[in-house]
T-cell receptor, first 113, second 109 residues
Framework: KAGVTQTPRYLIKTRGQQVTLSCSPI?????VSWYQQTPGQGLQFLFE???????NKGNFPGRFSGRQFSNSRSEMNVSTLELGDSALYLC????????????FGEGSRLTVL | DQQVKQNSPSLSVQEGRISILNCDYT??????FLWYKKYPAEGPTFLIS?????DKNEDGRFTVFLNKSAKHLSLHIVPSQPGDSAVYFC????????FGQGTILTVHP
């Protein structure tokens, strides 16, 4: 069974640009959530999607957005990039609820210059 | 406001000894607690969990203890092995998972 796949793995952007990250969950998993990992901050919850609907949202500015498609694949978008957006963005999937055991992808490492 | 805190950024242990990783939380509404392990360049992987109605859960070398009155949980690894060296995150669940900042565990041969 294939795991959670995130693309791209690494990317470099400049301030003011926008970026789109993609996540393919494990087959059969309908819940996809996104986390931001920065040094010293741990993993901070961005949002969760279930059946194409955003079910929960973390405390991030509106520049961070996401969506989920009918095949459960998800994308997140960050507009007007700032230096502080440099982080590892992790996607996780689970069968139904965004609680309990999540299956994480390897992450997309974003560097903003 | 950090609802889940891991106050030790790092822990160093000798192979064969016990590793104890600690985690404190502030929200009494959390109903499930989990530990994840993360190796460099990989996503976190689930290790062990405990429901808020229990105070202990064991899985092989790993045991998680929950002290609800103190709002504290800990992960015990016995015996520790060099392959256990990784970053360990505790997490608490309500509607979504809230993670601590992580503790880097190094197990020396």
């Amino acid at each position: 069974k294939a795991g959670v796949t995130q693309t791209p793995r690494y990317l470099i952007k400049t301030r003011g640009q926008q970026v789109t990250l993609s996540c393919s969950p494990i087959s059969g998993h309908r819940s996809v959530s996104w986390y931001q990992q920065t040094p010293g901050q741990g993993l901070q919850f961005l949002f969760e999607y279930f059946s194409e609907t955003q079910r929960n949202k973390g405390n991030f500015p509106g520049r961070f957005s996401g969506r989920q498609f009918s095949n459960s694949r998800s994308e997140m978008n960050v507009s007007t990039l700032e230096l502080g957006d440099s982080a590892l963005y992790l996607c996780a999937s689970t069968v139904q609820a965004n609680t309990g055991e999540l299956f994480f992808g390897e992450g997309s490492r974003l560097t903003v210059l | 406001d950090q609802q889940v805190k891991q106050n030790s950024p790092s822990l160093s242990v000798q192979e064969g000894r016990i590793s104890i990783l600690n985690c404190d939380y502030t929200n009494s509404m959390f109903d499930y607690f989990l530990w994840y392990k993360k190796y460099p360049a990989e996503g976190p992987t689930f290790l062990i969990s405990i429901s808020s109605i229990k105070d202990k859960n064991e899985d092989g070398r790993f045991t998680v203890f929950l002290n609800k009155s103190a709002k504290h949980l800990s992960l015990h690894i016995v015996p520790s092995q060099p392959g256990d060296s990784a970053v360990y995150f505790c997490a608490a669940s309500r509607r979504e998972l809230t993670f601590g900042q992580g503790t880097i565990l190094t197990v020396h041969p």
